[in-house]
């Protein structure tokens, strides 16, 4: 069993000692840190980030309400579980000002230890459901955000060849031209249907689909943010979030780079930035 860390904060040291005292011999994996104030305790907290904080209500220089309302506006203590002790503020209304301040659980003076145990054990188990569940959440989005390039890239790759095979065709044409008509107009025919399927709006739906899996509110964002945003807007908005370069939108887009960097200049222009280093860096922060 991992050592977890229990940081007990408490303007009495006896307090203190019977507490530590208890909880170690209840559990050697306990490792028990104090603070002598809630200001202490929150400082102590944000350099050691212990699995869990028992804090005394009524303190001097900052009291545990305080204490625990200030842990839990700092994203790097916010999901330590704390649980309020105190001896006087025992009421419903008390125990409601606790849980709204962030306490998890709330256990009165003098300490029941069976009881505070048995309260330690469930918060912890909790909190360790609670971040198994956040690390399986960031494994999905990484696996989506793979799978979101992979067909980003696939389309890219496809529209590439195909404007190749474009290419290719348009030369042959102009050849065959002086040949025989016939031919050239098969070649026609061949090279519109390879246009057709360029960049066709299938590829942006799939593409959008998956995109939305792991940006949900993206779009919702830009729409809100800029009402003039066209389709043609959100696609550069979606490619640019992703990192990709100018030559790559454009593939996707079946524009040229200098068609993109026009896109971009316009894009900039609605959204009121200067660079396109501002722009990408915008995209970039929407989440």
């Not at 008390?94 to 709204?100: F, G, Q, Y």
């Not at 964002?221 to 990192?243: F, T, V, W």
């Not at 790559?248 to 971009?264: D, E, G, V």
Request: charged letters at 30%; hydrophobic letters at 40%; aromatic letters at 4%.
């Amino acid at each position: 069993m991992d050592e977890k860390t229990i940081l007990i904060v408490d303007d009495q040291r006896e307090i203190i000692r019977m507490i530590a005292s208890e909880l170690k011999a209840r559990n050697g994996h306990y490792r028990v840190i104090n603070a002598s104030n809630g200001e202490i305790g929150v400082k102590v907290a944000e350099e050691e980030l212990p699995d869990m904080i028992i804090m005394d209500w009524d303190m001097p220089v900052m009291n545990g309400i305080e204490a625990t309302r200030t842990l839990k506006n700092n994203e790097a203590t916010h999901d330590i579980p704390v649980i309020m002790a105190t001896g006087q503020m025992t009421s419903s209304e008390d125990l409601k000002i606790a849980l709204e301040a962030g306490a998890v659980d709330y256990i009165r003076k003098p300490v029941d230890f069976v009881e505070l145990t048995a309260r330690i054990n469930t918060a912890i188990r909790i909190k360790e459901q609670h971040e198994a569940i956040q690390e399986l959440l960031k494994n999905e989005i990484e696996l989506k955000n793979r799978k979101l390039s992979t067909t980003s890239m696939l389309i890219v790759e496809k529209n590439g060849l195909l404007q190749d095979f474009h290419n290719d065709i348009e030369q042959l044409e102009k050849i065959a031209s002086s040949d025989n008509g016939n031919v050239s107009k098969e070649l026609t025919t061949l090279r519109k249907r390879i246009h057709n399927h360029i960049d066709i709006d299938s590829s942006w739906e799939t593409f959008k689909l998956h995109f939305d899996e792991v940006h949900p509110h993206f779009f919702s964002i830009l729409h809100k943010r800029y009402g003039e945003i066209s389709h043609k807007d959100l696609k550069l908005c979606a490619y640019l979030k992703l990192g990709m370069d100018n030559k790559q939108i454009a593939r996707l887009l079946n524009i040229s780079p200098s068609s993109t960097r026009t896109a971009l200049t316009r894009l900039k222009k609605k959204m009121g930035l200067s660079e396109e280093d501002h722009l990408r860096n915008l995209i970039m922060e929407i989440s």
